[in-house]
């Protein structure tokens, strides 16, 4: 195997990925289309703050002075968009139009709860207790984990001067939760996914490209000069290892600019792309063995979504949003390993000496060797004529 | 099965090759050899085992009997270095369309290991000589079907092989551009190369090729010079020797 003839091989790679459009659109356009569509949907496009879920108050007890100081603390609050007090039949319906993604009921006893509260701090027993109906919409995934969260914020920090988490308060909320919202967008959450969804789609591209040449004798002619099929397959790793490396910069550039702001250092981003690219490998053996049991080139378009499609929705960002079963069916996919472990770097802050990183890299390098090896293999018995 | 023998240098030695596809045989104890500065054109009709031929010289198939010398090197043991002094141009139009007409003879270049300061000059010269040059720079993707068949011809030829193995190298092109090709094998010929091709075009066989040999089932049925057949066979011309005995019935396949 001689390099000079791998680089060849790549350098015909690389203009055929620039010069045909489909290719260019698969492999460098799409990914960026879908990261721009993504954040510019979900991100925080346009300044630090996600996109505010818009909230109605409804105050059953009037304009009064606490249930004004609860709306001005939760318009202060940045995280939700709060306007003026608006009538209970208002609200529920531009609940259920969508207009608002949470209605949240003051009682009429909400001024005397404060003041209750405020005279006997340290007695419930003389507090005046009532409840704060919070209504949400059902198809906001992030209502239910940002409104009642920061409602109960509001009220502890903002109206009655203590932290909720370490005291009782007189309010009972009718959906409490747990989650920390802390400015993240649902976004960010998408963000480390993308980078696998990007590469997944080489499969498809690497299978066409084989099968092509196939077809039109390009290969068994290149198979008939002195270079052997060990440097047409380092030819393709080599073109696709670095096009792999140009997809992930840019799709970490459209990230970047649409507000997913990694809290890596340097050597953790670099760690990232190195499993970025390493992944590059599996994609580049999935592709040869459909190459291999495809009998043309739009046979191999439609058999390479046989690989392509678990991944997708298994192992990249799609995988979040799935049961906990279709979440453990994904541990039998690189490309949620690749996932785990840039969630991990970039989201989660992990280190890359961290179990759960060195983990994931070893399954995605080991994984990635072995289904290469196999797909050369394949190709060359079943493929190459 | 007739067995040849030439006392002139041989660039091509074929010994008993025999090739099966599972119960098909296609190419039936095949003996042949072709000598140095010699154009040879090898015909027979379709499925008669001419490509498959081909292909077991370039070492693309492997005979199931047989052997084959190309330049005293066997091609079974020693096929990298057979191939370095063979420049092929296959039966399908087999160039990159995304590549314009001289990075397709530039590739071949490089896969030969062609030193890269000769290269730009070699692919210019086979571009030259095919009559591309004005269109180099174009894609291939915009070349007409003759023009394809010719940029395949020079990238075939950028290394300067001593022996070019052309399967059907003027299918498609036109009066104008067939008549170049044929000068220009006529030139490889003088220039001490040794060319063997095969063709449906009995005229260009005539034309171009010292010998033939006539290959029908996978076998020799007949070689020697155009004249030799032709008084041979009491035929006016090499069209005539070929249907006596081949027959006239169409044939299907590659």
């Known amino acids: ?385 | 099965m007739q067995r040849e023998t030439n006392p002139v240098a041989v660039a091509i030695a074929i010994e008993g090759l025999t090739k099966d596809y599972g119960d098909i045989r296609a190419v039936d104890d095949l003996n042949l050899t072709v000598s140095e500065a010699e154009v040879f054109g090898l015909l027979g009709p379709n499925g008669s085992g001419k490509t498959t031929t081909i292909n077991c010289l370039t070492g693309l198939l492997s005979p199931t009997k047989g052997s084959i010398k190309v330049g005293g090197f066997d091609v079974r043991g020693e096929v990298e270095k057979a191939r370095e002094i063979m420049g092929v141009s296959p039966q399908e139009t087999a160039v990159c369309p995304y590549l314009t007409g001289r990075e397709n003879v530039q590739l071949f270049g490089e896969l030969y290991s062609v030193p890269k300061q000769a290269l730009r000059a070699r692919a210019d010269n086979v571009m030259e000589k095919v009559g591309l040059i004005d269109d180099a720079d174009r894609r291939v993707s915009k070349y007409s079907g003759g023009m394809k068949r010719r940029v395949s011809i020079a990238m075939a030829l950028v290394t300067d092989p001593k022996i070019v193995l052309l399967d059907e190298p003027t299918v498609g092109m036109d009066p104008q551009a067939r008549r170049e090709v044929w000068d220009f094998v006529v030139e490889l010929r003088d220039r001490g190369k040794t060319v063997l091709l095969t063709t449906h075009y009995m005229e260009e066989a005539e034309e171009l090729c010292d010998r033939v040999g006539i290959i029908d089932h996978g076998k020799l049925i007949a070689l020697g010079s155009p004249a030799e057949l032709k008084t041979k066979y009491g035929a006016r011309d090499l069209e005539d020797v070929f249907l006596q005995l081949t027959g006239r019935r169409i044939r299907e396949g590659a």
């Open chain 1, 1 to 385: 195997m001689r390099i000079s003839r791998a680089i060849a091989m790549a350098k015909k790679d690389w203009k055929r990925i620039i010069r045909e459009p489909a290719f260019l659109f698969i492999i460098i356009l799409f990914p960026v289309i879908i990261t721009v569509a993504f954040g510019t949907s979900f991100g925080a496009v346009g300044g630090s703050q996600p996109s505010a879920l818009s909230v109605a108050v409804v105050s059953l007890g009037g304009n009064s002075t606490a249930s004004n100081q609860f709306l001005h603390a939760m318009q202060a609050t940045g995280v939700v968009k709060v306007g003026p007090f608006v009538d209970n039949k208002t609200a529920q319906s531009m609940l259920s139009q969508g207009q608002v993604q949470a209605v949240i009921l003051l009682p009429s006893s909400f001024d005397s709860t404060v003041e209750s509260f405020k005279a006997h701090p340290s007695d419930p027993g003389l507090w005046t207790n009532s409840t704060i109906q919070v209504y949400l919409d059902r198809a906001s995934v992030l209502s239910d984990q940002v409104v009642p969260t920061v409602v109960e914020q509001v009220l502890g920090q903002g109206i009655l001067g203590i932290k909720p988490a370490t005291q009782a308060l007189p309010f009972a909320l009718s959906t409490p939760s747990v989650v920390k919202v802390q400015g993240q967008s649902v976004f960010d959450s998408f963000a480390p996914g993308l980078f696998a969804f990007a590469s997944i789609y080489m499969i498809m591209i690497v299978a066409q490209s084989y099968t092509t040449e196939r077809d039109n004798g390009m290969l068994s002619r290149i198979l008939v000069t002195p270079a052997t099929s060990g440097d047409v397959v380092m030819g393709s790793v080599v073109s696709y290892l670095v096009i792999g490396l140009v997809q992930a910069l840019l799709v970490f550039l459209c990230v970047y600019a649409l507000g997913y702001h990694p809290v890596a250092g340097p050597t953790a981003i670099l760690v990232g792309f190195y499993i970025i690219t390493v992944f590059a490998l599996c994609n580049i053996g999935f592709g040869l063995i459909t190459a291999a049991v495809s009998r043309s080139a739009g046979a191999a378009t439609g058999i390479s979504f046989v690989f392509l499609m678990p991944q997708l929705f298994l192992g990249t960002f799609v995988g979040s949003a799935l049961s906990s079963t279709a979440q453990e069916a994904g541990r039998f996919l690189p490309a949620y390993y690749v996932t785990d472990a840039l969630t991990s770097l970039f989201t989660r802050g992990a280190s890359i000496t961290s179990a759960s990183v060195l983990t994931d890299l070893a399954v995605v390098s080991a994984s990635s060797v072995v289904i290469l090896i196999v797909g050369v293999q394949l190709f060359k018995r079943f493929g190459s004529r």
